[in-house]
């Protein structure tokens, strides 16, 4: 899979540059699990570590909790879901998790550099479906991709995903707003469709590009890369 550095951007000035993948702390094998264990993913060294800056995060340790502790579940409430520990429901971390979500994407400000991140599925803070701090991303950054391991088990599903941080890089944090009519222009010649106008800045059009690469699968993700090779080429 070198091409994900090598060759997929004309631009030589960016081309060596790997997108910013945040990830679960203990899918990277670090021991942050409440248990002191960690959950690492051999495969993410072969198929994703080359291609991409993966950036470890856990946010109950982010929160203060110590290693090993108690551990943690997810709770109906009037107030919604929570987060509480399993032996103890009156020990509510539900505040500290979404204080911490929100400083992290405070920190990325507007010149959003994240593409992508791989979360823990069934972790009562980071789980895809309904994880407290997987939800602010969810909510601040509706664009971004968000998947978990068990999402990842295969080299092309592995493939996919770095396909949508390097679009997503591209369009997301390599560019300003200004440039906006052109990308606009650039992704309609590679999707062969029209972008809608109701794209004003750049996290709506990487949204909109997004949707579109989503409906593509198997040889029409391989000429999707083909076309965007081609079209890069002739947009710089």
Not at 66 to 86: E, H, M, N, W, Y
Not at 93 to 109: E, F, M, P
Request: hydrophobic share 35%.
């Amino acid at each position: 899979m070198s091409y994900w550095r090598e060759q997929l951007f004309a631009n030589t000035d960016t081309a060596h540059s790997q997108p910013l993948v945040a990830c679960s702390a203990c899918l990277l094998g670090e021991p942050v699990r409440y248990d002191g264990g960690h959950k690492v993913q051999d495969h993410f060294e072969h198929w994703l570590l080359p291609h991409l800056q993966l950036q470890a995060l856990c946010p109950e340790v982010g929160i203060g909790l110590g290693v090993p502790r108690p551990p943690l579940k997810v709770i109906a409430s009037d107030f919604g879901a929570r987060i509480v520990q399993v032996e103890d429901e009156s020990e509510d971390v539900t505040n500290a998790i979404l204080d911490y979500a929100d400083s992290y994407l405070r920190k990325l400000g507007r010149f959003w550099p994240l593409c992508a991140y791989l979360f823990k599925a069934r972790s009562p803070s980071c789980d895809t479906t309904d994880g407290i701090f997987a939800s602010r991303f969810k909510l601040w950054a509706p664009w971004l991709t968000l998947v978990d391991e068990e999402d990842l088990q295969s080299e092309q599903n592995c493939q996919d995903l770095l396909l949508q941080a390097y679009l997503c890089r591209d369009i997301v944090w390599q560019t300003q707003d200004a440039d906006i009519e052109r990308l606009k222009s650039h992704y309609s010649k590679l999707l062969q469709q029209e972008i809608d106008d109701n794209t004003p800045d750049r996290a709506s059009l990487w949204s909109a590009v997004k949707s579109v690469l989503e409906q593509q699968t198997g040889e029409a993700r391989r000429e999707l890369i083909d076309r965007y090779r081609a079209v890069k080429k002739t947009a710089r």
